[in-house]
């Protein structure tokens, strides 16, 4: 599959007759059945009309994405809901009127027929969001139609956060690319399903951290496979316990929960507990790989980056600021993939706040691979 990739720069809030061009040629790309690469407040997406399958089917083709991962469906305009999904109740306009437009994904009950099932998996239900960048409002209201749209990276490596994260992977592979400069929250946005009236769980956490949507809905839960995110939650043991969790086995409700995904190339463990005790852990297995000969890496914070010698140390944010570490951590992830790094600890973090969805992401491109100390 090659193909010439079109790239067109168009920044948040230009509206010259050039930018104006750039978002026409692209929506009619879109339009028209092509994929296009597109900047979102939290990753690049790759679009594609959510109703036509020979377009979707592209877009698994150029991700190599497993065929029962759903899609989630970006919107420019509530209005866009009329014939996409069942009625929407409260709890769910609740939600949209509070994290519209931004990094929240609501699951509802799709229209049969409404859109392609490749981007359903064949379920009954839909993801659907609204996301909060001008540019991408701009497109997916120019190509007048619902875009289905997966984060434009190749499948299980680190999420886009740059058009040169896009482009080394997906250039020439996909019809165009809108440059609209770094993208904002780093990852992807929260994905929900309302269970009842005023009670939501969590497929996916990200963008919407669950202390603000129960600032909306009195009951928030999340999903079973989140369990053990939290930071130090093992019981502590003589030596480290390494536990390997076990994937999600029927079709996901939501992407991101089935599959390694946001990995880099080298064999990623993550380290969790008390932070002096994962640190020291850390360096120790880092002796021992390089007196191997291996390559290694440490992903760490800035306040613990003395803590470290290996051959590459990378901090991809701070403690004190966690959404610095989510805004940094896919970037940080591909670096030790251009330093050809071979093996890689990453240090957790505590799971409050966006804290939650690091360590989704942490715990993913370690393929589930966590020792607790």
Wanted: proline share 7%.
């Amino acid at each position: 599959m090659t193909t010439k990739t079109s790239l067109w720069q168009v920044l948040p809030g230009a509206d010259d007759q050039a930018a104006r061009g750039a978002i026409a040629e692209a929506a009619q790309l879109l339009s028209g059945g092509g994929v296009v690469a597109f900047p979102t407040e939290t990753v690049y997406g790759l679009g594609a009309d959510a109703r036509q399958t020979s377009a979707v089917e592209q877009v698994f083709a150029a991700k190599g994405r497993p065929s029962d991962n759903p899609l989630i469906v970006h919107i420019a305009d509530e209005s866009q809901l009329e014939g996409l999904v069942q009625p929407v109740g409260d709890t769910e306009r609740a939600l949209m009127r509070r994290f519209w437009p931004g990094p929240l994904t609501i699951v509802m009950p799709a229209v049969p027929g409404a859109v392609s099932p490749r981007v359903t998996a064949g379920l009954d239900t839909v993801a659907v969001r609204m996301p909060q960048h001008d540019v991408a409002l701009r497109l997916i209201a120019a190509a007048g139609c619902p875009v289905a749209a997966p984060s434009a990276n190749r499948s299980g490596r680190p999420s886009p956060t740059l058009a040169d994260h896009v482009r080394e992977d997906l250039d020439g592979r996909i019809d165009g690319l809108v440059d609209g400069g770094p993208t904002g929250v780093g990852l992807e946005s929260t994905v929900v399903m309302v269970e009842a009236p005023g009670v939501v769980r969590i497929l996916r956490p990200g963008g919407v951290t669950a202390e603000q949507l129960r600032e909306v809905v009195p009951t928030v839960l999340l999903d079973e496979t989140l369990a053990g995110l939290d930071s130090g939650q093992a019981p502590s043991t003589a030596a480290p316990e390494q536990q390997l969790h076990a994937e999600p086995q029927a079709a996901p409700r939501s992407p991101g929960m089935k599959y390694a995904h946001y990995a880099p190339r080298g064999t990623m463990l993550l380290v969790n507990g008390d932070a002096s005790q994962a640190c020291d852990y850390i360096q120790r297995e880092v002796a021992a790989a390089a007196a191997r000969g291996e390559v290694t890496g440490v992903l760490t914070y800035e306040e613990h980056k003395h803590y470290f010698t290996a051959d590459e140390v990378v901090v991809c944010g701070s403690l004190e600021q966690l959404e610095t570490a989510a805004q940094g951590l896919y970037a940080a992830l591909r670096e030790f993939d251009v330093r050809g790094v071979e093996s890689i600890w990453a240090e957790a973090c505590p799971s409050d706040g966006i804290g939650l969805a690091l360590m989704n992401r942490l715990a993913k491109a370690a393929a589930n691979r966590i020792v607790y100390v």
